[in-house]
Each structure stands twice: as structure tokens, then as C-alpha cells.
């Protein structure tokens, strides 16, 4: 999947594209009702044309003043999210039989589950949830003679109670249903271990509730009624990535991209 990124990366260092890593982004100015300077921690810079590819809710709210945003915070607040990912990156000092590369766990009852996620929105009682070993095809992912894991747990998004111990109460809770279903032990293989939650989607990516898949994909939250990749108050503003048109995921996000760029291209030429 990384592998993407650095295509891309390449392919714009080749074109002539300057990248300024490690920068937070805190302000964006407006005058005569469009986009002119970008404030970052580090530097000042003049615009053209401003893309945010950040989430957009942040990019609104965060770096844009009031009278220039598309939404209001009740807007955002009324959206309904897909869910959230409960992650733990798991690394073993033995090979694994018995076992796939990509592995859904649905051996509870889909409906608890789903209804905790969308409905009442609480931590799951006994959550589905998937595991990747990536090992399996890819030999470079894990040292000789270890595996690679990941397990993926679906949770509500904005989840209070975010803490190691909830953490590792779910993660007790998927092991033993892991080694039920594989019939293998591997808690005491376990070398290596990081979990990643609602929280740490806020704090990495300013993520709207910690979501990690946007809006949920309702009639009313897809197409042109999701929110709009150009800005309806500032003139050279453009919005690209999983809150805007298309969707959620790795391609309608890159797609996100080009679509914003083929309109950059007709309004400016």
C-alpha cells in the first residue's frame, strides 16, 4: 500500500513539486474573498490556489474564519459517521499455520455489533473484527521466521474512555477468539505490540471524531450531497480526500484528487 505514496511522491519530485514536511498548518488568509497567504509553524507562503487535503472538518473550523466556511459546526455535528477503528499492530516470533492474509472474524452475532456502532454508539460488547498477516504473501513484512499481524476492530466513532486499559480489554478479547478459531496459541509469541484508536486518529490526523472512514455512506450523505470540493465563499479554496466527493477509501480519495484537479485546471487555467 506504501508503495502508492512513494509512486506518487517520486512522480511530483520528477514534475518539479517542492514538498515542506513537518509543518502544522495554522491559519489560512483571505482577502477579497479568496485564499492569498498560508500560515504554517514554520514559514509564510503565497497562494494561486489553496488545496486542503487535511480533514475537512479541521481545515474549517481550524483555519478558516467563521464567515468563510461552507458548513457550521452544526452541520458537522448532525453528519453521521462511519465507523471507527480500534487498531493493534502485532509482531510474532513465530510462523503461524492455519491462517490466511486477510481474515474476517465473524463468529458473534453481526447485528450487537453494528447497532453499538451506529445507534446507541458505545464500545462493543463483542465486537466482529478482521486480521491481516501480511507475512503470509510478503516475506519482507515480518523478520525470517516471525509474522506480521494486524487486527482491526470497527468501533463507533468519538468514543469517550479511550485508555490503555479499554485497549487491552479488547485486545484480551479478540486473542482468545483468534487462537479459538486458528486452534494455535500466540500470546506468549507476542514480541511487539502497538495499539492506535479514536484518539490517535485526532491527535495524528485532526480527525473528525476520531473517524476513520468519513461519512457513512447514506443516500443523503453520497454524491452531491456529500460536501463540496470547491468552497462556496472563497474563490481558489478547493477540499480533496474522504469527506468530499466521492467517498471514503484509498481510491474514491485519490480520485478526490483528480477530480479537484481537472476543475483547478478549468477555472484557472
Known amino acids: 500500500m506504501y508503495s ?19 509543518e502544522d498548518v495554522n491559519r489560512i488568509e483571505i482577502q477579497s474573498g ?44 448532525e453528519r453521521k459517521m462511519a465507523p ?3 487498531l493493534y499492530y502485532v509482531g510474532l516470533n513465530k510462523r503461524l499455520t492455519n491462517v490466511a492474509h486477510h481474515m474476517l472474524f465473524f463468529d458473534v452475532p453481526f447485528e450487537q455489533h453494528a447497532l453499538e456502532i451506529y445507534t446507541s454508539k458505545d464500545w462493543p460488547t463483542n465486537p466482529l473484527f478482521y486480521v ?17 499481524l494486524v487486527f482491526l476492530v470497527p468501533v463507533a466513532a468519538g468514543l ?8 487491552e480489554k479488547y485486545f484480551q478479547i479478540i486473542l482468545d477468539r483468534f487462537e479459538k478459531h486458528t486452534a494455535q496459541k500466540i500470546k ?8 492506535y484508536a479514536y484518539s490517535d486518529f485526532v ?23 456529500r460536501p463540496r470540493c470547491r468552497s462556496k465563499k472563497v474563490n481558489n479554496l478547493f ?31
Open 84 to 86: 471507527s477503528c480500534l
Open 239 to 269: 477540499f480533496t480526500g474522504q469527506l468530499t466527493v466521492p467517498g471514503p477509501g484509498v481510491p474514491p480519495s485519490l480520485i478526490s484528487g483528480e477530480v479537484v484537479a481537472k476543475e483547478i485546471l478549468k477555472a484557472f487555467g
Open 203 to 225: 491527535k495524528d490526523y485532526n480527525s473528525y471524531k476520531g473517524n476513520a472512514y468519513g461519512l457513512a455512506n447514506t443516500l443523503l450523505q453520497t454524491a452531491v450531497f
Open 34 to 77: 479568496a485564499a492569498k497567504k498560508l500560515y504554517t509553524s514554520e514559514n509564510n507562503y503565497e497562494a494561486d490556489v489553496i488545496i486542503g487535503a487535511a480533514d475537512y472538518q479541521f481545515i474549517e473550523s481550524r483555519l478558516l474564519p467563521s464567515t468563510h466556511r461552507n458548513y457550521s459546526d452544526q452541520y458537522w455535528e
Open 188 to 195: 506468549e509469541a507476542i514480541i511487539y505490540k502497538k495499539s
Open 4 to 22: 502508492v505514496v512513494q509512486g506518487m511522491y517520486k512522480l511530483a519530485m520528477e514534475t518539479g513539486v517542492k514538498f515542506h514536511f513537518g
Open 160 to 167: 469517550p474512555d479511550d485508555t490503555e486499559t479499554t485497549r
Open 132 to 148: 491481516s498477516a501480511s507475512s503470509l504473501t510478503d516475506p519482507a513484512a515480518a523478520p525470517a521466521g516471525c509474522e506480521n
